[in-house]
């Protein structure tokens, strides 16, 4: 089976599992207690913590654990605007962010606070003037951009976003969700959040680094762990693996994200030639190294997920008949582009170039034979 | 060219489900003279952002899209070619 679906989990870094394995039986007890193996406990976790901060350009005492990805978002959206409530109440958000911030946005307007979302071109790229419109208006509290997009891998105006908001004194949330871990983290942030397994440590660590300065306050009961940001006891070898994935990856990442990068033009050139009616999404050069998706026209993308996990591949699809729900990607409706046929290749590190090959191999047959059951080709 | 032009041809894609609207709008769009335009009725939320994309990939012009009362779009495309 080659695995092809890195942007919604990259396999465990074989690093982290040692050190997983390692922490388990040295970091199991409560790090906020006063012996031996709670300041054993203390230490892993402190260690985890400065090598995450530093690889993520942050200071130690700014990074919080948290037990999700999803949840290191929610609360940084909810404890900033929480923080901010005097300022104002105006939440400026860009179209194709994760459902996770667009979730707490929801969750923010539905109790009297206002939101506005701005929108993407063809290529899923936000549109930077609109977004420094946005937040130049009075009452604006928290801004929100992520580094990359999860569905098309398009890459954000993270720097002119971070401009504006300076300039007007708006903190700007970045998630970094898609890219920690394999390019650097863009400046300018003011809260910044990733999640662990995405860089190949263990599923349950999520990031939330909160620059010093920018007024925060958790909307949760009172827990006096990670900086009172989040409640709740550590999970202190899986933030232990976590950070060892963090520091293998990032050794690893200018030669192995090249390389990744090169596949992923290759299938960028070489589906368009091998399969007519396909439209390839997303902004070719300034992208996420990992990831490419496609739309064929006239293909139920369910019919050829089923097909291709027969083939042996893992890719996953933004397509409405693939999810839970009726509704087709958000992301794919902002930039128009179309929703049904759709396939997201994402590479994980090691991807082999075979693998790729073989799949640039079956997929014109496999949608082909698709197409000619729909009565098309 | 009016605003709203009279179409020549409405393909009643209700209830089904993408890319099933699609493809019928691929099928027929030719049975209109050009510039003739080509109604379709879905209420698939997927058929309501993808009837314009597929105009964009095809180089047809998507005309409009006006809601129907018992739900649902009629999305006006004119042939171009």
Redesign the interface.
């Given at each position: 089976m080659a695995y092809f679906d890195a942007a919604s989990t990259e396999p465990l870094h074989p690093q982290a599992r040692d050190a997983l394995l390692t922490a388990i039986d040295a970091g199991w007890a409560d790090p906020a207690r006063l012996y031996g193996q709670a300041r054993r406990a203390h230490l892993l976790l402190e260690q985890a913590r400065a090598e995450v901060a530093e690889a993520l350009g942050a200071r130690s005492d700014e990074v919080s654990f948290t037990p999700s990805g999803t949840q290191a978002v929610h609360l940084g959206v909810l404890g900033t605007l929480h923080g901010r409530r005097r300022a104002g109440r105006h939440l400026v958000v860009g179209a194709v962010e994760h459902s996770s911030v667009l979730h707490a946005a929801e969750l923010h307007e539905r109790e009297g606070g206002t939101v506005e979302t701005v929108g993407v071109n063809l290529q899923g790229r936000v549109d930077a003037a609109a977004f420094a419109e946005a937040v130049a208006r009075p009452g604006a509290a928290l801004a929100c951009l992520q580094s990359a997009n999860h569905e098309v891998g398009t890459l954000q105006p993270v720097a002119e976003a971070a401009a504006a908001c300076r300039e007007h004194g708006v903190p700007l949330l970045v998630d970094a969700a898609q890219t920690a871990g394999r390019m650097p983290v863009p400046e300018g942030w003011s809260v910044l959040t990733a999640s662990a397994h995405k860089w190949g440590g263990p599923a349950g660590v999520g990031v939330l680094a909160v620059r010093k300065g920018t007024r925060f306050r958790s909307f949760l009961p009172e827990d006096e762990r990670e900086r009172r940001r989040v409640p709740g006891f550590e999970n202190v070898p899986a933030i232990f693996a976590a950070a060892a994935a963090l520091r293998a990856s990032l050794a690893e990442a200018a030669e192995e994200q090249a390389r990744l990068s090169a596949l992923v033009d290759r299938v960028r050139r070489r589906v368009p030639e091998l399969v007519p009616?396909v439209?390839v999404i997303g902004d070719p050069r300034e992208r996420a190294p990992h990831i490419v998706t496609f739309s064929c026209?006239?293909?139920?993308g369910e019919a050829l997920l089923t097909e291709l996990d027969k083939a042996g591949f893992a890719v996953s699809s933004g397509?409405?008949?693939t999810a839970s729900t009726?509704?087709?990607s958000h992301v794919?409706?902002a930039m128009?582009?179309?929703?049904?046929?759709n396939i997201r290749v994402s590479l994980p590190r090691g991807a082999a170039e075979a693998d790729v090959d073989r799949f640039l191999a079956v997929l014109p047959g496999l949608v082909h034979r698709i197409r000619q059951d729909?009565?098309?080709a | 060219m009016t605003e709203v032009s009279e179409p020549a041809l409405t393909i009643d894609a209700l209830g089904k489900?993408?890319?099933?609207p699609?493809?019928m709008l691929?099928e027929q769009i030719n049975h209109v003279p050009l510039d003739g335009v080509v109604a379709v009725l879905a209420d698939?939320?997927?058929a309501y952002?993808?009837v314009?994309?597929?105009c964009?990939?095809k180089s047809h012009k998507h005309v409009g899209s006006y809601e129907l009362p018992g739900g649902g779009w009629s999305i006006h495309v004119r042939r171009n070619y």
């Open positions: 009616d439209e026209l006239y293909v139920d397509s409405s008949c009726l509704r087709p794919l409706e128009g582009v179309l929703t049904h046929g729909a009565g098309v | 489900k993408c890319p099933i699609i493809i691929a698939d939320p997927a952002n993808d314009p994309a597929w964009r990939l």
